[in-house]
């Protein structure tokens, strides 16, 4: 990759940006990333049965992949400000591609993890730069559509993944899932080559090496922390406390280092701006239901009611599918009214879906899961990128890197946080459950205990939605005064 001398490495003017191409670009790159992600989760059954591994374990090649983001993406802020946008661009789809290839070749759970990980690389500079650019290119009154766009990609794909997945699952190997993206991820290589602009000028910030270390001890040690716990760890285990203790101390330590600075790796003075606060906290509640939810309904699916994989991804197609279709709608309606009379609304809609989820049996109708997961995914269209866009409007272009570094950053670390609890809180529930059983070994007894125990993971997401409904009541639309690079 020819890279941009100092002279060249700025921002093209804003009369000979081209949006379209440079968006378009970008997702067809975020649709093949978000595809693999959810296309994997329907895959867990068959991988857990191939390499003789717990769900537990399988659970890393999710965790694994969040905790890689969590501890690349604070950094992001700092890595756009040093590489062009078409530099950072083509390099994310260079890892994407390595990662995808050894996941098809993988003989073994190890090297799917580490072509997890290398995935994960990819993604780490993918997201942030996507938010970055669009917050660049797209001005305040018609982000809201573009956003909506954006969301329209991050939701579909995730919701085609699985149903794709079983399809290819009920006639070839799970390998076949990541030779089905290499050609699109090839695709879109060679598409960003042509199309993709620089969009940003450089400033080159000195790179402090003690934040990077205090940012991955800290990052990385919190979701280590609640992943090895929900693995089976246990919250006393002396592993999951010294993780969870080194994680938070490094966190304060890394904050207050950042304060301190005159040219800090992530500027904290984004929480500042109150509007950016309450957007982060209701997409962290969004992303950790959403996440919790993604792998605990494909393991209900296909262990309790028994159903294949393609069965399973069927059944969750049309919650994801609308959710996708409504995030444009979604955009535009908060371009026309704000967040407010969305997000509330939204939040109250993934609560009701909560409950019900938390009252599921062996006996559940597939139409009763099919409309609570649409009322779910509706809720979340309301609320995701309204909530983002609102929030990312009230910093000043100065502050774009850090804003879309740090809720990129936060969003996988809720979503590794979530989806470790929910895990911990089903595999507690089964194992209680089954000390009080009379015959513990019997099957309908097993597949009782594991309900019991997706129930009270449920029972977890409402306690996190009802703290989303209570935050949103202090949301308001931000009127963009600052004036646009």
């Known amino acids: 990759m020819q890279m941009d001398n100092n002279k060249t490495a700025t921002a093209v003017a804003s009369s000979e940006i081209k949006a379209m191409p440079i968006i378009i670009s970008f997702l067809i790159a975020g649709f093949i990333g978000l595809f693999s992600e959810t296309a994997l989760n329907i895959a867990l059954q068959n991988i857990i049965q191939n390499f003789g591994i717990t769900p537990s374990t399988a659970q890393w090649l999710t965790t694994g992949y969040l905790l890689t983001l969590g501890v690349l993406v604070p950094v992001s802020g700092l890595i756009m400000q040093w590489f062009t946008t078409r530099q950072l661009f083509l390099t994310s789809l260079v890892f994407s591609i390595i990662g995808t290839l050894i996941a098809a070749l993988a003989p073994s759970f190890a090297v799917l993890l580490v072509a997890r990980i290398v995935q994960a690389i990819g993604t780490a500079l993918l997201l942030p730069l996507m938010f970055n650019t669009i917050l660049n290119i797209i001005p305040p009154h018609r982000r809201g559509k573009a956003m909506g766009l954006i969301g329209l990609v991050i939701m579909f794909a995730p919701a085609v993944g699985p149903t794709v997945s079983g399809l290819i699952i009920d006639k070839l190997t799970w390998h076949w899932i990541f030779w089905f993206s290499l050609p699109f991820l090839v695709i879109a290589l060679v598409f960003g080559a042509f199309f993709m602009q620089n969009v940003t000028t450089l400033t080159k910030p000195k790179i402090d090496i003690l934040s990077i270390i205090l940012s991955t001890l800290g990052f990385g040690g919190v979701v280590y922390g609640f992943s090895h716990a929900g693995e089976g760890g246990g919250w006393s285990d ?55 939810s993604m792998i605990l309904l494909p393991l209900y699916l296909q262990t309790a009611l028994a159903m294949t994989p393609l069965t399973a991804g069927l059944i969750l197609l049309p919650g994801g599918v609308i959710n996708g279709l409504l995030s444009p709608v979604m955009g535009g309606l908060f371009d026309k009214f704000g967040p407010r009379f969305l997000v509330t609304p939204g939040l109250i809609l993934v609560t009701a879906a909560m409950f019900g989820f938390s009252t599921i049996s062996l006996e559940t109708s597939t139409g009763f899961i099919v409309g609570l997961l649409i009322v779910l995914m509706i809720g979340i269209s309301m609320i995701m990128m309204p909530a983002q866009t609102n929030g990312l409007n009230q910093l000043p272009p100065s502050l774009y890197p850090d804003g879309t570094a740090i809720m990129n950053t936060l969003q996988q670390v809720a979503g590794a946080i979530g989806t470790a609890v929910a895990i911990s809180i089903m595999t507690a529930g089964q194992n209680g459950y089954l000390e009080d059983a009379a015959n513990p070994k019997d099957p309908q007894t097993m597949l009782q205990a594991f309900t019991e125990g997706v129930q009270n993971s449920f029972i977890f997401g409402i306690i996190i939605a009802i703290i989303g409904v209570v935050v949103s009541f202090f949301i308001r639309r931000v009127k963009v005064e600052h004036q646009e690079n």
Request: hydrophobic fraction near 65%; aromatic fraction near 8%; charge should be positive.
């Open 238 to 292: 002396p592993i999951v406390i010294i993780a969870l203790a080194v994680g938070a101390l490094s966190l304060i330590l890394f904050s207050v280092r950042q304060v301190r600075m005159q040219q800090p790796m992530m500027n904290l003075n984004a929480f500042r701006y109150p509007m950016f606060v309450i957007g982060l906290v209701l997409i962290l509640v969004s992303m950790m239901v959403m996440l919790s």
